[in-house]
């Protein structure tokens, strides 16, 4: 059915919900977006036609309160729903209640969202399809757990069937672990999805985390782009991502979108959607999940693959099938993305929300920024602290390496704490110049002795920093009051008495 | 020129992380000479462009440029896409930083929510006992005790909005050896 | 011969000066950039490794002075100069002179960038090339110029031989017109150029801008990478650059790039060069001139192609040949640049330098922003008044035009008169999305009623200003002391006698 | 809420282009309501966020976003890729605006240097005759009687550095019919 989307709101917020309204308002198409309280000046309002708030600032208040974004798409007369990625984008309720109110979900069905949504079913439903899945067991009893292990052979893995993210997974090394790990595991899985039901899986390593992005026309019919590598994560949370990979053979590629696309045309599924991997130390490669939405690291997709994936998903919600240009698309260069995250890498990687007091963007060819800041602002505690991504596409890989680490060098996220020092650090490590790493390896490297040493120069730092104090009133910058003044510096410690005492020079 | 005194504390996690230094500073603006003393050391630098945000200085030949911004007593810095803050601080502090260690502050590493108190006041801690555990973005962190020590005060219950910093316990060392 | 370069001079300033530090920078090698004394405090020596003062503002005692270029290079220990375009950068005694001093130039040699210096001997060797020029004749004296013009046959054009630019050019439709407007010509070549001697073409209409980017190792080789359209000109000064044309077929590339190889391998050119040509009506294609240099445009090759132009400079100075990548790029989607000046379209494109208050940039898929200033600076009146190119590339042309419209969107230079409504008045032309427009056509766009009538609406104007003038000090923008003052602005007027007054409102 | 008189002069090419324009503003916090009104005209917009250079209007139902930067009494807008400057006026100016065409005030276009000057204090010129030339940026820039006129005054010689606006010469329109 063809239908003309004239209206989208975007059910979402920062650095995608920006994003999605770039290609919006080059398509043509109006854009609404939704704010909570919290975000009433956020950049994702300010570069909409129309905005509604939603609701204070928790996330399940607004951004996750399906009868409130109805009601906006309602009063607003949008005709489609953008969900981005988090928040309610792989909630089949949402998508039941978009189709309820007459409003276009732009991404998959009801059915395959629902089915995907659980582990213990998508692998099922992976293995029907002719995937290979780890080796494993869904829905064990207790009293069969360690019997499972041994049989699937050790060292293993328990997941939350309901979970996603990497969170409550426990690793179990022998038969007499099992008892007391499966216990914790079955009570974090309570806590954190309401559904105790594990699954058990071969602990595969060293494995990289490989994914595929598909692309389907809902009638049976998909594409594949090609894969991202995105093993570089701490705490099953995505840090770097690259497209190629460089492991990933043509052959490899082959098989691996083969399975995806297997998997995709099973479902009738709609729209992009990314098959998960680990790709284990043979080359074989074995079903994780299938994640129903763009993925925050789709941008290495679309400057390798040159093509809009968010302009591709509103073709296909238009009913207009799969785009030409995605069918024909090639390969070409490499790209590496590094999410720009608000926390301490010093301080065990703990949230720094705060004011963004000034912001500082590179330039250049091959770089792109996804961000939620372009200048000052807030972070605020209520939402994920991922505040930009930094994207850089090279015709090869260590062209991208090295532009993505040029454009950190032009980059200042002054007044919070980010992890930029930490990227810079590891887009230099010698391992990740030469791909050598797994899935497991960025915690190690964290680990390491002097990883988080600081090359720079002390005395370069204490000069900047007593410029910076000593300055002088001059025009102020960007979009207040400018001061023409010259006169000295009201706040500067070298024009006054206090705790600033002035020391007798050397000459005297 | 007469040098001036410049007390700056490097700020990581929102706590000053080293004793503050203190900096001797001397700008000649007609050659854009600065040398920076602390310590036993004295360095020669040269302060090429001092433009909104942005200074270009010059070291052994090299130039690096480092953008800034200066919000009250604390200077953000960034340079080769590492980011620094200094804290400017009183010359009472300095003396302050190197009392005993017999006493611990528990401080908010971030800004957000108590989410337990898990001691009272008078409690005796082991080294590692967890004192409070604090929420942010859905993260939890918990506070633990430097050393074995026994709950001096307490500031803050569940549920409380705590920010960056804030001080939310202060322990006395129980001595062990 | 093979010599590893290690510290690279770019002798010029300006978005150029920015755009080749950031390759050298990626490329590991040191950069040394010069400055006059009124570029003190400009982007491209904030972004060098070391840099040099070459003397006072006027360029002809500090970017045209091949003596002290020479000697800062010398100084600094840099082993390759990049003389970016205009200034040096075709000046074969400035080639004589690096060599002298053991300077490598990133550029072609010296002979065949004298040789094509002069319009009339690059006429002569693109014809002993085989190349097709336009009909026409060189140094032809007075009193034969009449003759010429009516055996080329009217409308005929008198160009400078020594010109560039389309300086000088004065077209004849008459051989009574030839007297006056030869004598009329030579004077202004005289002045200019420093040389009187003429050629006579004719004058092809309705023609289009179509150049050829080429590539040659120096030992006869040579590469081509396409074409660019730049018809979109006023007074000779392109405006908008796209790459590929939209009037050029397969087969028109493939006898274009013919004639520009066939040219560059003639010469044993070296590096990076442009065979500039006007296509006629009939898809005839007729050679204009050669530059021997990166072209201003250069950069919707690169995002077309997928290459980095000015690293394969360094890789042919390098003596490592054309680089495969090169020889194997192919062109994928679309591209457009279009020039921001500091003019005013509204005053007959007059220059406007002076100071820019702030800056805001558009981010996003697809965009480059190559500017000589990324923050607040100067716009000095001694340069070229071009500030910054915006590019967009799209997976055709209209996703990059409306990509590009929409990057217009998201940027604001405050304080200075840029063409950046105009550039976007273009852009939105329907002549402009349906690529029907010839070299004359802006010009006479310009001219049209009604041209520049602006859309937006005035009472958001004056709301905007008025809530610009009423507003209270906020935190100060980015680098300066920031004042957390909630006091009301003692610069507004709504709080303060004097030439405001308060009127008494409706409600009273 | 009482209302506030503003009195804005659109600027192009560095030159009040028309009559200022009387403006009536008022602005409600409670509700983000704005309202502007001159000559006979009364718009209604919601001011949406009204951040640091940044603010975002409501109007007819349809947000735009306008970037902006004041500079004493002249503030820079953009939106949509279009800039604009207006100045802030005085009572007096609007007034001056007003005056007979009996003159014309001769103002450098743009910054930069006199090349030529043509003609002579108590000259007579017909219109379209040229008073200075101009150069900036490589370009010559003609400046032209706008009707006959006598040179009443002149300001600037050859190879003087001028200001955008600043004036070079006046004239005295000749009735000639």
């Known amino acids: 059915m063809r239908r003309r989307i004239n209206k989208v709101l975007i059910a979402n917020r920062g650095e995608i919900a920006v994003r999605i309204a770039r290609t919006l308002r080059e398509l043509g198409i109006a854009i609404v977006a939704v704010y909570s309280e919290a975000d009433a000046e956020a950049l994702h309002r300010r570069v909409a036609d129309e905005s509604r708030c939603i609701g204070p600032a928790p996330a399940n208040e607004s951004y996750l309160s399906i009868d409130k974004i109805i009601e906006a798409a309602r009063a607003t007369g949008a005709d489609a729903i953008h969900p981005g990625y988090g928040f309610l984008a792989e909630n089949p309720k949402f998508v039941g209640a978009c189709e309820e109110a007459g409003l276009v979900f732009i991404g998959p069905s009801q059915a395959p969202m629902f089915e995907l949504g659980d582990k213990a079913r998508a692998r099922k439903i992976a293995e029907a399809a002719g995937v290979l899945t780890v080796p494993g067991l869904a829905e064990v009893a207790d009293d069969d757990l360690a019997a499972a292990g041994t049989k699937i052979g050790y060292p293993v893995l328990l997941k939350p069937s309901a979970g996603g993210g990497g969170k409550g997974m426990v690793e179990v090394h022998a038969a007499d672990e099992m008892k007391e790990k499966s216990q914790a595991a079955r009570r974090i899985a309570k806590a954190a999805f309401d559904n105790d039901t594990l699954i058990v899986e071969k602990l595969v390593r060293p494995a990289r985390h490989i994914e595929i992005q598909v692309f389907g026309d809902g009638q049976g019919d998909a594409v594949a782009l090609g894969e991202r590598e995105c093993s570089l994560q701490r705490r099953h949370q995505k840090v770097i991502e690259e497209c190629p990979s460089p492991v990933v053979d043509e052959a490899i590629r082959e098989r691996m979108e083969a399975s995806a696309l297997s998997l995709t045309k099973s479902l009738k599924y709609a729209g992009a959607g990314t098959v998960e991997f680990l ?49 024909d698309a090639k390969p070409r260069g490499h790209a590496i993305e590094a999410r720009i995250y608000a926390e301490d890498p010093e301080a065990g ?23 939620a800041l372009e200048g000052e602002g807030e ?73 988080f040493d600081d090359p720079n120069d002390k005395a370069l730092l204490y000069a900047a920093a007593a410029c910076a104090f000593g300055k002088r009133a001059t025009r102020s910058g960007e979009g207040s009051e400018a001061s023409m003044s010259a006169d000295a510096d009201v706040y500067s410690p070298f024009d006054r008495e206090g705790p600033w005492r002035a020391l007798q020079g050397k000459a005297d | 020129m007469s040098k001036k005194t410049l007390r700056l504390a490097r700020v990581k996690s929102g706590i000053h992380d080293d004793l503050p230094t203190e900096l001797r500073f001397e700008s000649l603006v007609a050659d854009h000479a600065l040398t920076v003393e602390w310590n036993d050391l004295e360095q020669s630098l040269e302060k090429l462009v001092d433009s909104a945000g942005e200074l270009l200085l010059r070291k052994d030949g090299r130039s690096t440029r480092v953008f800034w911004h200066r919000l009250g007593s604390s200077v953000y810095l960034a340079t080769g896409g ?35 108190v898990a001691v009272s006041v008078g409690d005796t801690l082991k080294e590692g006992d967890t004192v409070l ?10 506070l633990k005790a430097p050393f074995d020590a026994v709950v001096e005060t307490l500031d803050g219950e569940e549920g409380a909005q705590v920010d960056l910093g804030q001080i939310l316990a202060r322990l006395a060392r129980v001595q062990t050896d």
Chains 1, 3 share one sequence.
């Open chain 1, 279 to 327: 790709l284990g130390p043979k080359g074989e490669h074995y079903f994780l999940e299938m994640n129903t939405r763009l993925q925050v690291e789709h941008p290495v997709t679309e400057m390798v693959y040159g093509v809009d994936l968010v302009a591709a998903q509103i073709a296909v919600a238009e009913g207009n099938g799969i785009p030409q240009s995605l069918r």
């Open chain 1, 349 to 371: 990687f703990l949230p720094t929300p705060g004011p963004v007091l000034a912001v500082h963007r590179p330039e250049g060819p091959g770089i792109r920024y996804d961000g």
């Open chain 1, 379 to 451: 972070v605020g505690v209520d939402y994920d602290p991922m505040i930009a991504k930094l994207i850089a596409w090279g015709p090869d890989r260590d062209s991208a390496r090295r532009r993505l680490l040029r454009a950190f060098g032009d980059l200042a996220l002054l007044g919070i704490t980010t992890n930029s020092g930490f990227l810079v650090r590891v887009l230099e490590d010698e391992r990740f110049a030469k791909a050598k790493f797994a899935i497991d390896s960025l915690e190690g490297w964290i680990a390491e002795d002097g990883f």
């Open chain 2, 82 to 116: 590492r980011h620094y803050r200094f804290d400017r601080v009183e010359a009472s502090a300095v003396e302050a930083a190197v009392n005993d260690a017999s006493h611990a502050d528990i401080k908010a590493p971030m800004t957000g929510k108590i989410v337990k």
């Open chain 2, 133 to 142: 555990i604090v929420e942010a973005m859905k993260m939890e962190h918990e």
